[in-house]
């Protein structure tokens, strides 16, 4: 299963990492590519993925499921799109998925706490996301980063709390930040990133 995807090769340097961006509802692959010159992720190769599905309303933009309605239909759609376009990753990319990292914002952030543990990937990171419910998890689960904003008007963050409990109890080391922001990715949470990526990377 193949997705419209913005690739971004490192310079001067092959690509010893993989790093994965889900965007949020009624945003696309743009959205979160211009996060990689600020992230400036050394030796990595950097994949912003569309998600599969139109959004009702914005000309443009994409969806993982329908948050206005009830929609399973369409969260299976994107659970077995992603998970078939994860397995095909190393073979395209010639990087493990040991050696990726998989991050989500909003309800890409939900996408990445759903489908990640599935995998075994470096590290996952959930941006201003929440756990659609208790998620399947591996043997040995990668270590997740959780940010959210104290001030967030769209998903709460008592969400994150709840994501965060629920993954320590499952035996996830979960790094856990609460910012005064609303529903966004501040400088400080790309510094966030950037260490927590570093630090899994040494």
């Not at 239909?73 to 799109?81: E, M, V, Y």
């Not at 073979?91 to 309800?107: A, D, H, K, V, Y």
């Not at 952030?109 to 489908?115: F, R």
């Not at 959930?126 to 399947?136: A, F, K, Q, V």
Request: proline share 8%.
């Amino acid at each position: 299963m193949n997705l419209n995807t913005i690739t971004i090769s490192p310079d001067h340097s092959p690509a010893n990492y993989l790093f994965i961006a889900l965007h949020g509802w009624g945003a696309n692959a743009q959205d979160l590519a211009t996060m990689a010159s600020v992230l400036d992720l050394k030796a990595t190769k950097m994949l912003f993925p569309d998600a599969p599905l139109d959004h009702p309303q914005v000309s443009g933009g994409k969806m993982w499921y329908d948050l206005q309605k009830p929609d399973e239909k369409g969260l299976n759609h994107s659970r077995q799109t992603l998970a078939q376009w994860f397995k095909s990753l190393e073979n395209t990319t010639g990087i493990p998925l040991e050696r990726t990292f998989l991050l989500g914002f909003s309800q890409g952030g939900a996408m990445t706490l759903d489908v990640g543990f599935q995998f075994p990937f470096r590290g996952l990171c959930s941006l201003s996301g929440y756990l659609h419910g208790e998620p399947t998890l591996g043997n040995n689960p990668p270590p997740t980063l959780i940010t959210h904003g104290t001030e967030d008007p769209i998903v709460p963050l008592t969400a994150a709390q709840q994501a965060r409990d629920t993954l320590q109890k499952q035996g996830v080391t979960v790094n856990y930040y609460e910012f005064p922001m609303q529903h966004e990715v501040t400088p400080e949470v790309i510094a966030t990133v950037q260490q927590f990526i570093s630090n899994l990377c040494e």
